[in-house]
């Protein structure tokens, strides 16, 4: 069983940064791949970056290639999220989540979910 908890959201000018951070509960934190999911209202979750248990195998979403960074630290079981120049549009609710198939993640199925952190764009 993998509790996540997301934190580092909040209200940010557009062009400015956040850093999101998830901290991950359990033995095998290793052994799970993880993503960073967003949901604005009225729209469809979308997956926004994921990350292989090792690291090596790395996704973004064309939306966010270039501005935000994925990463991990398994020695503190925790994910970043790294986001520069925002902009408005991706304001959202972020969620980390996580499976032990990457595959799982990158189609939008992770077994496990937290429970999302607001982050609020303005223009």
């Known amino acids: 069983q993998v509790r996540l908890v997301e934190s580092g959201g909040g209200l940010v000018q557009a062009g400015g940064s956040l850093r999101l951070s998830c901290a991950a509960s359990?033995?095998?934190?290793?052994?799970?791949?993880m993503g960073w999911f967003r949901q604005a209202p009225g729209k469809e979750r979308d997956l926004v970056a994921a990350?292989?248990?090792?690291?090596?195998?790395?996704y973004y979403g064309d939306f966010v290639k270039g501005r935000f960074t994925i990463s991990r630290d398994n020695a503190k079981n925790t994910l970043s999220l790294q986001m520069n120049s925002l902009k408005p549009e991706d304001t959202a609710v972020y969620y980390c989540?996580?499976?032990?198939?990457?595959?799982?993640?990158?189609?939008?199925?992770?077994?496990?979910w937290g429970q999302g952190t607001q982050v609020t764009v303005s223009s």
């Open positions: 989540a996580a499976d032990f198939q990457f595959r799982a993640v990158l189609i939008g199925s992770p077994q496990y």
């Open positions: 359990g033995p095998t934190f290793t052994n799970y791949a």
């Open positions: 990350i292989s248990w090792s690291g090596g195998n790395l």
